[in-house]
């Protein structure tokens, strides 16, 4: 696939689906919404405790449902009387989410995984096996990125990257990361993803010869500036006008 050429360059991809105050971030009803748009999908996936994968962005499960704790410690059968707040849609699993696009629009699906490497990428690589429509995979760590070069160098990666302002992230991590230090031997990406407030840096000037995302852009004005310097973005809280 020439990216350049590809589904990741051609059209805006909506931040978690099409979310708004009735179609919560990450549900079945906002990847619904995306798809009668005709927008591709950006989603997060992780590892819950009995192996399951789901489509859920936080660690915690305070700000998007009415529960304290984590979401590594749920199993399948608590996502069915656990539900997103101010909404009856429950937290899905990939395995439902790939059924229910089934290849109408394009995936973007970011791997979430700050420990071991290795199960969660070898679950998401099986179930994306046969599935027969779109997608590509980013994640921040290199390490995830080097598993999918490794054991599925077909599917397309993207490194993601940014300054990490106010993250609670070590400062060599922050330092390597901001610079993509680790993409030529390590997690040798086939795009960039990079944050949009941080666009145009020295940093990715380095990787011209590489498609570039950025991501979140909040508004039209926002989509206006980084626009000149990517080749596609990310978007939320809006519909960008070309």
Known sequence: M???????????????GLHDKD????SLSAFGKAIDEGYPIELDVQMIA??????FHDES????????????????????ILFLKDSKEKIPTLEEVLEFVDGK????????????????????????????????????????L??????????KRGQLAGFFKGEKLAYFKKFALKR???????????FISYEAKRVPNRFIRKYKKLPLLVWTVTSQSEYLKVVKYCDNVIFEGFEPKI
């Open 105 to 144: 629009v394009p995936l973007l699906i970011e791997i979430k995984n700050q420990g071991k490497v290795g199960e969660l990428e070898k679950k998401v690589i099986d179930l994306l096996k046969n599935y027969k429509g779109e997608f590509a995979v980013q994640s921040f760590n290199p390490y995830v």
């Open 2 to 16: 020439d990216i350049f050429n590809s589904w990741l360059v051609e059209t805006p991809i909506a931040h978690r």
């Open 180 to 190: 993509m230090l680790l993409n030529k031997k390590i997690s040798k990406p086939d």
């Open 23 to 26: 179609h919560p971030e990450n």
């Open 50 to 55: 009995d192996g399951t994968i789901v489509v």
């Open 61 to 80: 499960l305070s700000r998007l449902t009415d529960n304290d704790g984590y979401i590594k410690f749920l199993n399948k059968s608590d996502l069915d």
């Open 146 to 155: 080097e598993y999918f070069s490794k054991h599925a160098p077909e599917i």
